[in-house]
């Protein structure tokens, strides 16, 4: 208690000049948001369409993360969780900084199956299904917009794949804002480059001449299985497997704000686009809560 209580007395001395402040902050203000950010709560952007239309990109979410350290996990949350495919260090410290302060990005999708759990991909009727421990799954969260390719200027490739309502024009989508003469040159583009340009839902996907919908796993102590609700443009356990549960570090809960950038910090497309940007805001996807 006495080393506290000089600490304090220290922390609170008047006249502090500017590199005293500069090391409080590096020695208090620091660890105290890290402690925070890794065990309470996080703040974090949609950078893929793997998760449409529950998540957009350019949506920012806010994850609880100290719930998830003493109340298990269920079926169908939304989840945030470290790049699964990444190469992390065997150094017990090198892998914590890795994982908590800088190295791999942050991937968000919905758990479909838990610890223990049988999962399998089937093809049934010409669409894909998933089974867990004999049950079919109905997932009504599933993408049921098509996916269609649209050029994006100062993007490399030039485009982007994006759900589209086909029963309203290109100007007036909901989701992503394009035009029909986007939407024209990247058809051109994506052909020309021997790619798909619109991918339906509820069909099956084939990469590298394997069928990623067909899959039957059994799932360790320590395994998860997680999918995107964009079935038909998302990376997860059909191309990567089970998900390491130690990999995981937060639940999605709320939905903050919408803006359709690819920005890391809206201020910028703020700065760039001062009358266009207010166009690109979805006002009606603001403070949500996500299921």
């Known amino acids: 208690m006495n080393v506290i209580h000089r600490f304090w007395t220290w922390l609170r001395r008047p006249n502090k000049s500017t590199i005293e402040q500069w090391i409080e902050t590096i020695v208090v203000i620091v660890p105290i948001a890290f402690v925070i950010r890794t065990y309470f709560y996080g703040?974090?952007?949609?950078?893929?369409?793997?998760?449409?239309?529950?998540?957009?990109?350019?949506?920012?979410?806010?994850?609880?993360?100290?719930?998830?350290?003493?109340?298990?996990?269920?079926?169908?949350?939304?989840?945030?969780?470290?790049?699964?495919?990444?190469?992390?260090?065997?150094?017990?410290?090198?892998?914590?900084?890795?994982?908590?302060?800088?190295?791999?990005?942050?991937?968000?999708?919905?758990?479909?199956?838990?610890?223990?759990?049988?999962?399998?991909?089937?093809?049934?009727?010409?669409?894909?299904?998933?089974?867990?421990?004999?049950?079919?799954?109905?997932?009504?969260?599933?993408?049921?917009?098509?996916?269609?390719?649209?050029?994006?200027?100062?993007?490399?490739?030039?485009?982007?794949?994006?759900?589209v309502d086909e029963s309203i024009s290109y100007e007036d989508q909901p989701f992503y804002r394009m035009t029909a003469a986007d939407v024209d040159l990247g058809k051109k583009l994506l052909e020309r480059y021997g790619q798909e340009w619109k991918r339906l839902p509820y069909t099956p996907t084939i990469d590298?001449?394997?069928?990623?919908?067909?899959?039957?796993?059994?799932?360790?102590?320590?395994?998860?299985?997680?999918?995107?609700?964009?079935?038909?443009?998302?990376?997860?356990?059909?191309?990567?497997?089970?998900?390491?549960?130690k990999l995981i570090h937060g639940k999605i809960v709320i939905r903050l704000w919408s803006i359709d950038s690819n920005e890391s910090w809206f201020i910028i497309d703020l700065i760039k686009h001062p009358i266009d940007f207010w166009k690109r805001v979805r006002w009606n996807r603001f403070f949500q809560f996500v299921y």
Not at 218 to 244: C, E, F, I
């Open 208 to 245: 590298n001449y394997r069928n990623i919908d067909v899959y039957d796993v059994h799932l360790g102590p320590t395994q998860v299985w997680a999918m995107g609700d964009n079935r038909k443009g998302s990376l997860d356990s059909r191309y990567w497997g089970p998900l390491d549960l």
């Open 43 to 163: 703040l974090y952007q949609v950078p893929t369409g793997s998760m449409e239309t529950t998540m957009l990109v350019g949506e920012r979410f806010f994850a609880d993360k100290f719930t998830v350290l003493f109340r298990p996990l269920k079926h169908e949350d939304i989840i945030t969780f470290n790049d699964p495919t990444y190469n992390y260090s065997s150094n017990y410290v090198k892998n914590l900084f890795e994982r908590y302060v800088w190295g791999p990005s942050n991937w968000t999708k919905r758990l479909i199956g838990l610890p223990g759990d049988h999962i399998e991909g089937k093809i049934e009727d010409g669409k894909p299904v998933v089974y867990r421990n004999g049950v079919k799954l109905d997932e009504p969260y599933i993408n049921k917009y098509p996916l269609i390719g649209h050029y994006v200027e100062g993007k490399m490739p030039p485009w982007e794949m994006r759900s």
